[in-house]
Nanobody, 120 residues
Framework: QVQLVESGGGLVQAGGSLRLSCAAS????????MGWYRQAPGKQRELVAG???????IYGDSVKGRFTISRDNAKNTVYLQMNSLKPEDTAVYYC??????????????WGQGTQVTVSS
């Protein structure tokens, strides 16, 4: 099994920045892709960013140009640098990881989430 723990959330004013971190533990060698999702009250969970073990990235349209995902494989950690934050970025942000040995196209592991609140 893999455990994911997010950190770095908090309260920030619009236009500010935050960096989220997600530390993975457990069966680390089984992890392939990792990503960040978010869910705001009354909204569906949406993809924020994803990154493969080789470094290929994908971003949701709403965060392109503002957010950057990266990972340090040696530290088993993925990061989300969030710049130019907007009130609509307010949500619980979840870290996710995919098991490379699973045939599922969905992420297999999820963290507990960290709250990001952006005030206007």
């Amino acid at each position: 099994q893999v455990q994911l723990v997010e950190s770095g959330g908090g309260l920030v004013q619009a236009g500010g920045s935050l960096r989220l971190s997600c530390a993975a533990s457990g069966s680390i060698s089984s992890i392939n892709s990792m990503g960040w999702y978010r869910q705001a009250p009354g909204k569906q969970r949406e993809l924020v960013a994803g990154i493969t073990s080789g470094g290929s990235t994908i971003y949701g349209d709403s965060v392109k140009g503002r957010f950057t995902i990266s990972r340090d494989n040696a530290k088993n950690t993925v990061y989300l640098q969030m710049n130019s934050l907007k009130p609509e970025d307010t949500a619980v942000y979840y870290c996710a990881a995919d098991n490379r040995y699973s045939a599922s196209t969905e992420y297999d592991y999820w963290g507990q989430g960290t709250q990001v609140t952006v005030s206007s």
